[in-house]
T-cell receptor, first 116, second 115 residues
């Protein structure tokens, strides 16, 4: 079985400061990892994904994430937070199984608040 | 290219009724997945369709069903609604290039309230 953990329900950061949203995963096999963001009353917007290769993945809106296989982590980062980054962030994992299922398993979400 | 669209955006139903939600994927995308989002359970996978066939199903009762049409549009149906079915129902489409690295792109969701 595959699972994703987002250990922090809430992260607060001051505008202009770097931000980190944590994600750890547990899978049997090679993980495909994704980050999505959700604004109030909206669907999920894709930010970035790790498939293979470079452990540092760059995505939309200045976000990046670092894949760490030994620590089974995929933390989301941004060098300088904006108030508009305030939203709910989800980490997700997909593992290829028989039948090539494409379902994503999501973490519980982290509410990011950027304070002006 | 237009994104994933879902209709209606909001629905209010009463217990025991049934409901049908619709999803139109991004043009050219052939895979459609459905997810349920609730405050208590988070995001949970419902089912996935490709080429009008259900390819995978999550752990939901048989009251939840779906289908996909030849133009890749998809509908999901919930019969005999219960209070616990109140949720945001999200549809996602992907281009189905043959590998599981595809990105799923989500629609805005349908907010279902069961009274």
């Amino acid at each position: 079985a595959q699972s994703v953990a987002q250990p922090e329900d809430q992260v607060n950061v001051a505008e202009g400061n770097p931000l980190t949203v944590k994600c750890t995963y547990s899978v049997s096999g090679n993980p495909y990892l994704f980050w999505y963001v959700q604004y109030p009353n909206r669907g999920l917007q894709f930010l970035l994904k790790y498939i293979t290769g470079d452990n540092l993945v760059k995505g939309s809106y200045g976000f990046e994430a670092e894949f760490n296989k030994s620590q089974t982590s995929f933390h989301l980062k941004k060098p300088s937070a904006l108030v508009s980054d305030s939203a709910l962030y989800f980490c997700a994992v997909r593992v290829v199984s028989s039948g090539s299922a494409r379902q994503l398993t999501f973490g519980s979400g982290t509410q990011l608040t950027v304070l002006p | 290219k237009a994104g994933v669209t879902q209709t209606p955006r909001y629905l209010i139903k009463t217990r025991g009724q049934q409901v049908t939600l619709s999803c139109s994927p991004i043009s050219g995308h052939r895979s459609v997945s459905w997810y349920q989002q609730t405050p208590g359970q988070g995001l949970q996978f419902l089912f996935e369709y490709f080429s009008e066939t259900q390819r995978n199903k999550g752990n939901f009762p048989g009251r939840f069903s779906g289908r996909q049409f030849s133009n890749s549009r998809s509908e999901m149906n919930v019969s005999t609604l219960e209070l616990g079915d109140s949720a945001l129902y999200l549809c996602a489409s992907s281009s189905e290039t043959g590998v599981s690295t595809d990105t799923q792109y989500f629609g805005p969701g349908t907010r279902l309230t069961v009274l």
